[in-house]
């Protein structure tokens, strides 16, 4: 099994992304009230449409696909909506550095920063956790990520359901949905452009596809997420 990535310069037209969750719901047939249990194995879905493109475009989308071969491999996807957070994300700087490895120092109040430190997770979280304390963002910012923001932990995909506020020292914890698909360590980097989940085609006839002959091709194509 192969894991490939969505190509960049090929987003869709249309997209419908969401997560669907597991839940069992049954009716008394009396009295009509309702129980629901929740269970784990709530899974993103990804139905992408493209329409109308070109002869080129189309034949690289097909050549993709066909490497897909149906439901064997995987491909990297990502909300096409938001692929950035609407909150700034902003990553800490580290402290003004005035002093170079010979001693020479700045006394004018003249310095410069090193890089921003990334985001990471601050301590080991188990499975299952609906939030992770995280700490590397810039200081006192409202809002740093926002509702409905994507971050990408190891490799799987999570998306805020509260805002997340960064405290005096860079800190913020984050509520997530779906909850913690594994245990994550302390260090772990906080992705927050693009990130991703690993998906199947839902069946081995998405790459049908409806076109005027030489002219423009259209695709619907519905993806699941490939659970850990």
Known sequence: MTVYTWPTDRGPS??????EANTLRTESPLSRTTQVLSRPGSRWVAQLGFRNRPLAWAGEIDAFLAKLDGSEH????????????RGPATARGSALITEFTDTYRF???TGFLDQPAAPQTLSSTAANA???????WAANITGTLMAGDYIGLDGRLYMLTA???????????????????????????????RPTAR?????????????????????SLSFVESLP
């Not at 609906?130 to 590397?136: C, I, K, L, P």
């Not at 020292?169 to 906080?190: F, H």
Request: proline share 4%.
């Open 130 to 136: 609906e939030s992770v304390a995280t700490g590397g």
């Open 74 to 85: 995987e491909v990297r996807l990502w909300d096409f909506r938001r692929d950035i957070p």
């Open 163 to 193: 805002d997340a506020n960064s405290d005096s020292v860079g800190r913020a914890t984050l509520s997530i949905r779906p909850r913690l698909r594994v245990a994550v360590a302390a260090s772990v980097s906080v992705v927050t452009t």
């Open 14 to 19: 249309e997209v419908t992304f969401f997560l």
């Open 199 to 219: 998906f199947r085609l839902v069946d081995n006839r998405q790459g049908q596809n409806n076109t005027v002959p030489g002219l423009f091709s259209t695709y």
């Open 107 to 109: 006394t004018d109040g």
